[in-house]
């Protein structure tokens, strides 16, 4: 071995294990991904969840999305199941049933048809419908896909259910391929009509982004940071749906 | 808390990816500098037109900078959201670079195939502005090349389990026998590839405007009005493969276009008391100043609280498929205030500050094509190399001074490399280039 290539060897097995020591440390601290307040307040309310926890009812919620609302083979990973957790840590009192009905590769239309039928079986106090991804990958007419959301949101609030809308994920990777903005406006535009609380996951990951808190543009394989990614976004939709109802500051104080 | 711009306020805002503009012929004339015999053939001849036409010969150089501009910011547009995307009108006001573009396309191809129609007769015309719809077509499928490139790499490279919803998007590749001959059939155009199969429409039909024009031009005006005013009421569209529909409507974008054929055939001329009254000027500054509030609230929408819901609810959405007429009133506004404020012999647009721009707007086809290959591999290496905001920037400059650097060699190729070539066979070839870029 010559000279030189001792060090190579120490300066590599260095670099190898910095990361490796990083990323221990970020898997023992939680994430730092901040969401600033502007994205996670809304002048929609939800009356029926509020009602539910003052009156320590069961607080039933029913999350109903396509494929980014789990990871594949670590459900239990995914923002549903996190934000199960969260809510059970901060409403101690109140029992959350959480349960979640994917519709893999269905269009707003498509899961419409069901959507009655779903929530006369569950009877949810709160559905969190998340919902565009497909609409926008098919290229639907962004006024169908409006039509779509208005309908089942309108089907949902008629079935006796509070609604939060859960809009596409940020994914600058296919951005080239995807063109979101019109199903981002278009589901504003109903959550405005009808009155209901739109969760902009879209600027929030684009938030996290830009801020630097994950590199969305990775190549990684592994379900490491989308686990992270979806930890974050169930604390910060439990944040959103209790500042929604308006529980907060109550059971703080 | 100035970020999020596109996605901040509802409806209006359009599909980013869209933002894109059109490509034109490169502009009419020839630059005076180097006026070549056949120009002064072409002007004798054009000397008798029933419509009138800008004195031949005489290149308008504002349309060459604003085109220029336009393939800039629609460039940076299609980019990832940057510091430059800050300086992108849309940011400003409810019009952006694409009416620009759509405009100037109409004004110049008028100006020179309406040119051709008179000298050469409707067969000869259209002949031509068919070899130029062929070329723009030939660009489009170049350009779909490149993507299907560049989607191959990404659905092979990226599996982030986070994204495996949106990876469905590559499904299309399974199926290659339909998706590429929808894409031939100009039905299946990947997100930023909507403009030149516009394009590619309008083009289609110049023959038709201009033989309208050239017998009453008012009401080729008129009748462009009216199909725009019943695609609104009846809501036509043209579908698109795999679903959905045109992005560009064309029934609705054709206003534009034919506007600026109509402002190049003359029109331009008879409006001028219009534009130089000062009631025009402050209307026009109202309403630029109107929309910019408007559009504030969308980038801070603290500030939404102080939108009247009724108007709100009038106005949105603004949409950018149909050409709402809210946007193009923004841009007639901003094209007012433009022609008032920079006089066509403007001393600064000869300068070399703004060589650069008028490089760029003179050769649209190349450049725009360019434009969104670099958006693409700006992308990619955003993408693959990573970086922060600085590198987002620098990769704007970078595609920036590229499309300069292109389009200052193209233009070195018609002034000095093909000089070489023989005599006759280069006065024909000018010729034709006319709508080229000579």
């Given at each position: 071995m010559r000279p030189g290539s001792g060090t190579v060897l120490v300066l590599a097995l260095l670099a190898g294990l910095a990361p490796a020591g990083l990323a221990r440390a970020q898997d023992a601290a939680p994430q730092a991904c901040e969401v600033p307040p502007y994205l996670l307040s809304?002048?929609?309310?939800?009356p029926k969840v509020a009602e539910a926890v003052k009156n320590a009812r069961p607080l039933t919620v029913l999350v109903v999305g396509s494929r980014s609302s789990t990871i594949l083979s670590s459900e239990n990973s995914a923002y549903p199941a996190r934000l199960q957790a969260a809510l059970k840590e901060k409403l101690p009192s109140t029992p959350i049933n959480l349960s979640v009905e994917l519709h893999t590769g269905k269009t707003a239309e498509e899961v419409d048809a069901g959507l009655v039928k779903l929530v006369e079986a569950k009877r949810p106090t709160l559905v969190i419908w998340q919902t565009g991804t497909v609409d926008a990958m098919r290229s639907v007419d962004p006024d169908d896909f409006r039509g779509a959301v208005d309908e089942g949101v309108a089907a949902l609030q008629n079935a006796g259910a509070d609604v939060v809308l859960v809009n596409l994920q940020y994914s600058p990777r296919t951005e080239t391929m995807i063109s979101a903005p019109p199903y981002l406006d278009n589901m504003r535009v109903v959550a405005q009509q009808h009155n209901v609380p739109l969760f902009d996951r879209f600027a929030i990951m684009r938030h996290w982004n830009d801020a630097g808190d994950f590199d969305l543009f990775s190549t990684f394989h592994g379900t490491d940071m989308a686990k992270r990614v979806h930890a974050c976004l169930g604390r910060a939709l439990s944040k959103f749906v209790l500042d929604a109802a308006r529980l907060d500051q109550a059971q703080q104080n | 808390m100035l970020s999020f711009p596109d996605s901040a306020r509802a409806k209006a805002q359009l599909p980013k990816r869209c933002q894109m503009s059109s490509i034109a012929?490169?502009?009419?004339?020839?630059?005076r500098s180097d006026a070549k015999a056949s120009d002064a053939k072409a002007a004798a001849a054009s000397s008798a037109p029933a419509i009138a036409f800008p004195v031949?010969?005489?290149?308008?150089?504002r349309l060459d900078l604003f085109r220029g501009m336009a393939l800039w910011l629609i460039f940076i547009d299609h980019l990832p959201t940057n510091i430059l995307t800050w300086f992108t009108i849309r940011n400003y006001g409810f019009s952006d670079a694409t009416e620009i573009f759509i405009f100037i396309s109409g004004y110049t191809a008028a100006f020179v195939y309406g040119r051709a129609m008179l000298e050469a007769g409707f067969v000869v015309a259209t002949a031509r502005i068919m070899r130029r719809v062929w070329q723009i077509y030939v660009a489009h499928v170049f350009l779909f090349t490149i993507f299907l490139a560049e989607i191959s790499y990404v659905a092979t490279r990226f599996e982030n389990p986070l994204y495996s919803e949106e990876m469905g998007i590559m499904d299309f590749l399974k199926q290659p026998d339909v998706t590429i001959v929808q894409a031939l059939l100009l039905r299946f155009r990947p997100v930023n590839m909507d403009v030149l199969p516009l394009y590619i429409v309008l083009m289609l039909f110049l023959p038709i405007i201009l033989w309208l024009m050239k017998w009453r031009a008012d009401v080729a005006l008129g009748l462009s009005v009216l199909l725009y005013a019943l695609t609104w009421h009846f809501d036509w569209y043209l579908t698109a493969y795999p679903s959905g529909?045109?992005?560009?409507n064309p029934f609705c974008w054709q206003l534009l276009f034919v506007f600026g054929a109509w402002c190049a055939l003359g029109g331009a001329q008879r409006m001028s008391r219009i534009l130089s009254s000062p009631v025009t000027m402050w209307i026009c500054i109202t309403y630029l100043v109107a929309a910019f509030f408007v559009t504030l609230t969308w980038h801070i929408p603290?500030?939404?609280?102080?939108?009247p819901k009724r108007i709100e609810q009038w106005m949105y959405p603004i949409t950018k498929t149909d050409l709402d007429v809210l946007r193009f009133a923004h841009f007639l506004a901003l094209a007012a205030l433009t022609v008032r404020f920079l006089?066509?012999?403007?001393?600064g647009l000869k300068s070399r500050w703004l060589r650069p721009l008028i490089l760029c707007g003179q050769h649209s086809l190349e450049i725009f094509c360019l434009g969104v290959f670099l958006a693409f591999a700006g992308h990619f290496v955003l993408a693959e190399v990573g970086g922060g905001a600085l590198t987002h920037a620098l990769v704007s400059l970078a595609g920036i001074l590229i499309m300069w650097g292109m389009a200052w060699v193209i233009s070195w190729y018609k002034h000095s490399a093909d000089k070489g070539a023989s005599k006759t066979k280069s006065t024909a070839i000018n010729a034709d280039m006319a709508g080229g870029s000579a």
């Amino acid at each position: 071995m010559r000279p030189g290539s001792g060090t190579v060897l120490v300066l590599a097995l260095l670099a190898g294990l910095a990361p490796a020591g990083l990323a221990r440390a970020q898997d023992a601290a939680p994430q730092a991904c901040e969401v600033p307040p502007y994205l996670l307040s809304t002048e929609s309310t939800l009356p029926k969840v509020a009602e539910a926890v003052k009156n320590a009812r069961p607080l039933t919620v029913l999350v109903v999305g396509s494929r980014s609302s789990t990871i594949l083979s670590s459900e239990n990973s995914a923002y549903p199941a996190r934000l199960q957790a969260a809510l059970k840590e901060k409403l101690p009192s109140t029992p959350i049933n959480l349960s979640v009905e994917l519709h893999t590769g269905k269009t707003a239309e498509e899961v419409d048809a069901g959507l009655v039928k779903l929530v006369e079986a569950k009877r949810p106090t709160l559905v969190i419908w998340q919902t565009g991804t497909v609409d926008a990958m098919r290229s639907v007419d962004p006024d169908d896909f409006r039509g779509a959301v208005d309908e089942g949101v309108a089907a949902l609030q008629n079935a006796g259910a509070d609604v939060v809308l859960v809009n596409l994920q940020y994914s600058p990777r296919t951005e080239t391929m995807i063109s979101a903005p019109p199903y981002l406006d278009n589901m504003r535009v109903v959550a405005q009509q009808h009155n209901v609380p739109l969760f902009d996951r879209f600027a929030i990951m684009r938030h996290w982004n830009d801020a630097g808190d994950f590199d969305l543009f990775s190549t990684f394989h592994g379900t490491d940071m989308a686990k992270r990614v979806h930890a974050c976004l169930g604390r910060a939709l439990s944040k959103f749906v209790l500042d929604a109802a308006r529980l907060d500051q109550a059971q703080q104080n | 808390m100035l970020s999020f711009p596109d996605s901040a306020r509802a409806k209006a805002q359009l599909p980013k990816r869209c933002q894109m503009s059109s490509i034109a012929d490169p502009v009419a004339g020839t630059p005076r500098s180097d006026a070549k015999a056949s120009d002064a053939k072409a002007a004798a001849a054009s000397s008798a037109p029933a419509i009138a036409f800008p004195v031949a010969g005489e290149r308008e150089l504002r349309l060459d900078l604003f085109r220029g501009m336009a393939l800039w910011l629609i460039f940076i547009d299609h980019l990832p959201t940057n510091i430059l995307t800050w300086f992108t009108i849309r940011n400003y006001g409810f019009s952006d670079a694409t009416e620009i573009f759509i405009f100037i396309s109409g004004y110049t191809a008028a100006f020179v195939y309406g040119r051709a129609m008179l000298e050469a007769g409707f067969v000869v015309a259209t002949a031509r502005i068919m070899r130029r719809v062929w070329q723009i077509y030939v660009a489009h499928v170049f350009l779909f090349t490149i993507f299907l490139a560049e989607i191959s790499y990404v659905a092979t490279r990226f599996e982030n389990p986070l994204y495996s919803e949106e990876m469905g998007i590559m499904d299309f590749l399974k199926q290659p026998d339909v998706t590429i001959v929808q894409a031939l059939l100009l039905r299946f155009r990947p997100v930023n590839m909507d403009v030149l199969p516009l394009y590619i429409v309008l083009m289609l039909f110049l023959p038709i405007i201009l033989w309208l024009m050239k017998w009453r031009a008012d009401v080729a005006l008129g009748l462009s009005v009216l199909l725009y005013a019943l695609t609104w009421h009846f809501d036509w569209y043209l579908t698109a493969y795999p679903s959905g529909f045109w992005i560009f409507n064309p029934f609705c974008w054709q206003l534009l276009f034919v506007f600026g054929a109509w402002c190049a055939l003359g029109g331009a001329q008879r409006m001028s008391r219009i534009l130089s009254s000062p009631v025009t000027m402050w209307i026009c500054i109202t309403y630029l100043v109107a929309a910019f509030f408007v559009t504030l609230t969308w980038h801070i929408p603290q500030l939404s609280f102080l939108m009247p819901k009724r108007i709100e609810q009038w106005m949105y959405p603004i949409t950018k498929t149909d050409l709402d007429v809210l946007r193009f009133a923004h841009f007639l506004a901003l094209a007012a205030l433009t022609v008032r404020f920079l006089p066509k012999d403007w001393s600064g647009l000869k300068s070399r500050w703004l060589r650069p721009l008028i490089l760029c707007g003179q050769h649209s086809l190349e450049i725009f094509c360019l434009g969104v290959f670099l958006a693409f591999a700006g992308h990619f290496v955003l993408a693959e190399v990573g970086g922060g905001a600085l590198t987002h920037a620098l990769v704007s400059l970078a595609g920036i001074l590229i499309m300069w650097g292109m389009a200052w060699v193209i233009s070195w190729y018609k002034h000095s490399a093909d000089k070489g070539a023989s005599k006759t066979k280069s006065t024909a070839i000018n010729a034709d280039m006319a709508g080229g870029s000579a």
